[in-house]
T-cell receptor, first 111, second 115 residues
Framework: RKEVEQDPGPFNVPEGATVAFNCTYSNSASQSFFWYRQDCRKEPKLLMSVYSSGNEDGRFTAQLNRASQYISLLIRDSKLSDSATYLCAVNTPNTGNQFYFGTGTSLTVIP | EPEVTQTPSHQVTQMGQEVILRCVPISNHLYFYWYRQILGQKVEFLVSFYNNEISEKSEIFDDQFSVERPDGSNFTLKIRSTKLEDSAMYFC?????????????FGNGTRLTVT
């Protein structure tokens, strides 16, 4: 069973669209959740942390659903520059310091 | 904004050779990590390092691998006797605190190609 799972996509959306990704995690004891953005052959860059109450940063909204064990990322008013792969990262205290990453969801925003 | 830096950006080596990948973590961060990403696959944990010792390692991090903090700024990953399947992007990361309480900040990676 995979620790973290994501739909690989690809998601192809027009500019201005709203798109949402989910990421499921297997360990109910997981405590810390993050979304990263990764451009082709580049390093993952932190997009946002995911807080229990949900949080928003501009066009991006992250939510946590502990009951169903998933986190989500919503992007509103998509821009061409949002095209990237979005990775979720999960940390579970009893697994120490390592973060488990999903395989990522590929997003292409089309003009 | 402070960042993690890695050198070299690309390393080509022959099978069986040793390579050393170098990283300078963010200066006030206490936890350091190496992750790798084989082309087209997910980012995988190799090792975490705190207080000058390994705090955790994955199954991938076998005797072929070692890490060191030779001075106050550098953090290195050594791969002895490289194999073809070691070809991947290797990312160094650091975090302010451990146990997942702060996010990882990644360096720009070293692309290792083993021929």
């Amino acid at each position: 069973r995979k620790e973290v799972e994501q739909d690989p996509g690809p998601f192809n959306v027009p500019e201005g669209a709203t798109v949402a990704f989910n990421c499921t995690y297997s360990n109910s004891a997981s405590q810390s959740f993050f979304w990263y953005r990764q451009d082709c052959r580049k390093e993952p860059k932190l997009l946002m942390s995911v807080y229990s109450s949900g949080n928003e940063d501009g066009r991006f909204t992250a939510q946590l659903n502990r009951a169903s064990q998933y986190i989500s990322l919503l992007i509103r008013d998509s821009k061409l520059s949002d095209s990237a792969t979005y990775l979720c990262a999960v940390n579970t205290p009893n697994t120490g310091n390592q973060f488990y990453f999903g395989t990522g969801t590929s997003l292409t925003v089309i003009p | 904004e402070p960042e993690v830096t890695q050198t070299p950006s690309h390393q080509v080596t022959q099978m069986g050779q040793e390579v050393i990948l170098r990283c300078v973590p963010i200066s006030n961060h206490l936890y350091f990590y190496w992750y790798r990403q084989i082309l087209g696959q997910k980012v995988e944990f190799l090792v975490s390092f705190y207080n000058n010792e390994i705090s955790e390692k994955s199954e991938i991090f076998d005797d072929q691998f070692s890490v060191e903090r030779p001075d106050g700024s550098n953090f290195t990953l050594k791969i002895r006797s490289t194999k073809l399947e070691d070809s991947a992007m290797y990312f160094c990361a650091s975090s302010e605190v451990g146990q997942g309480n702060s996010p990882l900040h990644f360096g720009n990676g070293t692309r290792l190609t083993v021929t």
